[in-house]
């Protein structure tokens, strides 16, 4: 099997002058999409990468729409807490299978028939689930949400660097991260807003006219930008990517849940993925050496992806822990309403929303450090702050807390995602897209098992020695922002070490 390299010489990567006849027996380049001077793209890019955005946040939103719903989901249909935690799990499950194989969707096919493929999915599984009788269809059409929310997010990042010169990427980035942190964030806002004077279906109803409008103006405008390669798919690869990255993502969710009393110990599937792992790792280092990997590892030769992805992987630690843990402190502690636990999150979900443009332009500027250093260190005395709440502590707090670690991160997301891919060569866009989804989604489903199991122990410990219910899960959420607290020191470490990428100080090349 062949396959398409980069440019390896200077020659290769110059445009054609304009009077230039192509040599004969060769085949003309494709026309040129040019930028400005100030890196200003063209209207046709700016409309794809729009849909793209739009599309991305619309079905990044529906992550972590269900969390507030299950206690209403547990009375109307008969269910237990742990089954109804199913809906969050196995969408993260089929996230975690379907991610590492966009590195190849997105080689192999077009931007257009991607797009159209993954917007249907989701459009369709909303409509399962918005239909749903019961239980078990609602679960099936999670599932169809996920793989094409699965697609979407590496699609738009691939997309994005592809379209956009390096002196430009930190703009658009700024509105990708709105994407990747708001989103999930503002999630449990607005499912508690509609539950609160409507059916749990209309979760689904309101979502479904947004994603067939977006379906319907990509099925019209969206263009073809990329230059997809004949490739093969190699089956074993996809086998132990669902055996590593799923066994991973729900060992972590049964660790979270782990005091629901699940018939499956979270050790055995965490076992499995694993071993899965290293067998996929083994398998992809033979096969990138002709190119015919399932998710190219050669991504990880750069430090700066590295090191960024690390540091990416802690703050999504951090990101989704503090969503899971907030409402529960804010409702069961505090005793205040869903509602109210959904609102207090929507301040900080504004100001990641209304930093993103601004924290990117800064990264044009002036470079990732400048933006990072003070992120981690703002998010990381959070963090320690928190480890002081107890059962009296006032609301206004928590939602200052909130806000200042929203900030935190909206300045760290940015640079560590333009970072992180600005670092990749160029034929390798779609596997570090790839390799960035796969690690949110772990990410998350460690934080959000970290953070429940440690605070699990420590409040059951507690309310063994008979402290007061409130006090005891006070008690389990300061212990849970601590053990946060120590593994940020990480991410604040890291940021000090993550540097611009050496293609941000040349020309951009034309893109065919």
Same mark, same amino acid.
């Given at each position: ?21 192509? &040599? @004969? ?45 299950? !206690?209403?989901?547990? =009375? ?6 742990? #089954? ?11 996230? #975690?299978?379907? $991610? ?28 399962? @689930? ?11 059409? *999670?599932?169809?949400? @996920?793989?094409?929310? &699965? ?5 738009? %990042?691939?997309?994005? %660097? ?6 430009? *990427? ?5 509105? $990708? ?22 059916? +749990?279906? +209309?979760?689904? +109803? ?21 230059? !997809? ?15 590593? /990255? ?18 499956? !110990? ?13 067998? /996929?790792?083994? *398998? ?7 190119? @015919? ?32 843990? $907030? ?42 450090r400048v933006l990072l250093v003070p992120g981690a260190l703002l998010v990381s005395g959070v963090f320690w702050s928190m480890t002081r709440v107890t059962e009296t502590?006032?609301? +206004? ?72 219910? =409130? ?5 389990g959420i300061r212990a849970a922002f601590l053990y946060g607290a120590i593994i940020f020191l990480l991410a604040v470490v890291a940021s000090f070490f993550v540097r ?6 040349? #020309? ?5």
């Open positions: 099997m062949t396959s398409q390299s980069p440019p390896s010489r200077v020659s290769d990567a110059l445009p054609t002058p304009p009077d230039t006849p192509p &040599a @004969a027996g060769t085949p003309a380049p494709a026309p040129s999409r040019s930028t400005g001077v100030d890196g200003a793209l063209p209207a046709r890019d700016k409309l794809v990468i729009t849909l793209l955005l739009i599309s991305a946040f619309v079905v990044i939103l529906n992550e972590t729409i269900m969390g507030v719903a299950i !206690p209403r989901l547990v =009375e109307d249909l008969g269910i237990t807490v742990g #089954a109804g935690q199913w809906l969050s799990t196995a969408f993260m499950l089929t996230m #975690a299978v379907v $991610i590492p194989v966009t590195g190849f969707l997105l080689q192999r096919y077009n931007t257009r028939p991607v797009f159209m493929a993954a917007m249907g999915l989701f459009s369709l599984g909303t409509l399962i @689930a918005a239909m749903a009788p019961g239980f078990g269809v609602l679960v099936v059409g *999670r599932v169809v949400q @996920a793989t094409g929310t &699965a697609i979407m997010m590496p699609l738009l %990042m691939t997309t994005v %660097m592809t379209l956009v010169p390096p002196m430009s *990427r930190g703009k658009i980035m700024g509105n $990708i991260s709105i994407v990747i942190s708001v989103a999930p964030a503002l999630g449990p806002t607005i499912s508690g807003a509609i539950l609160s004077v409507l059916d +749990w279906r +209309w979760m689904f +109803w309101l979502v479904l006219p947004i994603s067939l409008a977006a379906l319907a103006v990509g099925s019209a405008k969206m263009q073809n930008v990329t230059d !997809p390669r004949r490739s093969a798919i190699d089956v074993p690869s996809v086998v132990l990517s669902a055996v590593a /990255f799923g066994g991973a993502i729900y060992g972590l969710s049964q660790l979270g849940e782990a005091s629901t009393g699940s018939a499956v !110990p979270a050790w055995l599937p965490l076992v499995a993925g694993v071993v899965g792992l290293a067998a /996929f790792i083994s *398998r992809q280092l033979v096969l990138q050496r002709r190119d @015919a990997a399932l998710l190219d590892l050669r991504v990880f030769a750069s430090r700066n992806f590295t090191v960024s992805i690390v540091a990416i992987a802690i703050s999504m630690m951090a990101l989704f822990g503090t969503i899971i843990l $907030i409402p529960i402190y804010v409702q069961t502690v505090l005793g205040m309403d869903p509602l109210v636990s959904g609102l207090l999150l929507l301040p900080g979900g504004l100001a990641m929303g209304l930093l993103g443009p601004v924290v990117g332009r800064i990264y044009d500027r002036r470079g990732p502590t006032p609301v +206004w707090l928590v939602l200052v807390a909130h806000v200042l670690l929203s900030v935190g991160l909206a300045l760290m997301f940015t640079p560590l995602l333009t970072s992180a891919l600005g670092s990749v060569k160029p034929h390798l866009y779609s596997h570090g897209s790839a390799v960035f989804g796969t690690a949110q989604q772990l990410a998350g489903a460690a934080g959000t098992a970290l953070f429940i199991s440690v605070m699990t122990i420590r409040s059951t410990s507690l309310a063994g020695t008979g402290v007061a219910a =409130e006090a005891a899960l006070a008690g611009a990428p050496e293609e941000n100080g040349s #020309a951009p090349v034309p893109v065919h």
